[in-house]
């Protein structure tokens, strides 16, 4: 009898231990974890501007309008738009039978709360500036909404694919704490989040677009590359976007079993000028640091192939490029010619490049300071912690140079009006030019795919080729890595949206 329990007890464990790991691997199969480059500061669409928060929120939280993977605009909870004839009223027509994650249908009272949230000057809104030119928010129907425009901006439409519509009543019973669990209409649900360990999400069995493949998706900040890298080839993470370690990538590349995706991005890095120092207000030095960049070997040897060299704010993809301009390229005989011109020629020179802890950036700050050398230029590169580099270069004029980045730049207002108008909200660089100031308002008066939209941003990259307020060290690209059993994922040029066809993804 004792022989019989011991059996009966072994077969009943063993039992277990498959049923469990049944229901394990079941859970495994409806989940799909992503490596993420930092934690999210919040998750409120209306605050954050940061690439890891809305990689997170853009499953939560849907446009009016969304940008596709190639850029164009595509309906989302707007089945359609439209201009008046002299382009002074933007009117949306919402998609029917759209409901929040908390069971009430979406109407065009979410759509004006949203905005006028945005425009309330009293509120943490990011980017308000980019929605000014919209003077009120007028309800024609439940599905119907207007904008009224107090200016005329042709690109405002793109802007609108930035933020996500959030529902009324949550909103504000929430308050500021909307951004710590956050309700939409996307495909997924808030549903738990322990701050630099995971955030889980939960499908949403009532989307509108149909309920998505995976049940559950998590998010897990692994800030440094080579862990997060070490982390997807031991199949803790499924997935991940940007940060693959350049020297990875030919290994990566020639792997069977990974899948690696490639495709140009939308923004650049570049080397600011502060353009009221004393020294770097000289364009002679301005252009002799810039043709002392050597953008071809930056990118086969520091990035290891990843992007192209930089040339100019518009990104080659972009219809308003300037193919036929002669932009400013490495030339170290010119670029002493010009030194020789400068101010700085005449005494000896110490000049700062300040930039924060991203590898890369440091590697070419450290590259600039040897080229920049050879022109008898003394230069210290400080490296700074994110915060403190950001508030340098957006709070005070202390700094001869920096290196940053910008992307998500889809149209050429995008690219050009906060950067380089005197007054702009995103002009670190502190330049000015009255006809620059005068073709970026003039830019957002006509229609952008005019011939006079190309005219007047020819101009613009023109303009920016003489002056060199900043020089354009490289152009990004979008890389992500995903295990080989995962089907139907396409990477996205704008890093926002990296995981937008996540819902349709299917694991074999």
Do not use: C
């Amino acid at each position: 009898m004792k022989n019989f329990w011991r059996s009966s007890l072994v077969f009943l464990l063993a039992l277990t231990f498959i049923l469990a790991g049944s229901i394990g691997l079941q859970a495994e199969e409806d989940t799909v974890v992503i490596g993420s480059g930092a934690e999210a500061p919040g998750l409120d669409t209306r605050v954050e501007v940061d690439t890891p928060a809305f990689e997170r929120i853009n499953l939560i939280n849907e446009p009016l309008i969304d940008i596709d993977f190639d850029l164009s605009l595509k309906p989302k909870l707007a089945t359609d738009w439209e201009y008046n004839d002299d382009n002074t009223e933007l009117t949306f027509y919402l998609r029917e039978g759209v409901y929040f994650h908390h069971g009430r249908e979406m109407t065009a009272e979410d759509v004006k709360y949203t905005i006028d949230w945005i425009l309330d000057p009293d509120n943490d809104a990011s980017n308000r500036d980019l929605y000014t030119a919209i003077g009120e928010v007028e309800i024609i129907d439940d599905y119907t909404v207007t904008l009224h425009l107090d200016e005329v901006n042709t690109f405002l439409i793109n802007n609108i694919a930035r933020f996500g519509i959030v529902p009324h009543d949550v909103a504000e019973d929430l308050g500021d704490d909307f951004g710590d669990e956050p309700v939409g209409t996307g495909p997924y649900t808030f549903d738990e989040w322990d701050r630099d360990d995971k955030l889980v999400l939960q499908s949403f069995d009532d989307y509108w677009d149909g309920e998505p493949n995976f049940e559950t998706v998590e998010f897990r900040p692994i800030p440094e590359n080579s862990a997060r890298l070490l982390a997807f080839e031991a199949g803790e993470i499924d997935m991940f976007h940007g940060g693959v370690v350049p020297e990875e990538l030919e290994r990566l590349e020639s792997e069977p079993d990974f899948d690696l995706r490639r495709v140009a991005g939308t923004g650049y890095n570049y080397l600011g000028f502060n353009n009221t120092n004393e020294y770097m207000q000289d364009r002679n030095l301005r252009l002799a640091i810039s043709h002392m960049i050597n953008r071809e070997a930056i990118v086969e040897h520091v990035l290891q192939g990843v992007g192209r060299p930089g040339q100019t704010n518009i990104t080659p993809d972009m219809q308003w490029y300037h193919d036929e301009l002669d932009f400013v390229d490495y030339d170290p005989e010119k670029a002493h010619e010009y030194f020789e011109e400068s101010i700085a020629a005449e005494e000896d020179v110490e000049l700062r490049i300040f930039t924060n802890e991203e590898p890369f950036r440091m590697q070419i700050a450290e590259v600039l300071e040897y080229e920049l050398g050879q022109l008898g230029i003394n230069v210290e590169v400080v490296i700074e912690e994110w915060g403190a580099f950001l508030d340098r270069v957006y709070d005070t004029d202390d700094y001869e140079m920096y290196i940053l980045g910008w992307s998500g730049l889809m149209d050429p207002d995008r690219a050009s009006y906060r950067q380089y108008l005197s007054d702009g909200s995103a002009n670190t660089i502190n330049y000015s030019n009255d006809r620059m100031d005068e073709l970026l308002l003039e830019g957002r008066q006509v229609d952008p795919e005019s011939e006079e939209s190309i005219e007047i941003y020819h101009e613009v990259q023109e303009i920016l080729n003489h002056d060199q307020p900043k020089a354009f060290i490289n152009y990004e690209e979008e890389v992500s890595l995903i295990q080989p059993e995962f089907e139907n994922y396409q990477v996205h040029p704008y890093p926002g949206n990296a995981w937008l066809s996540l819902p349709n993804m299917t694991r074999n």
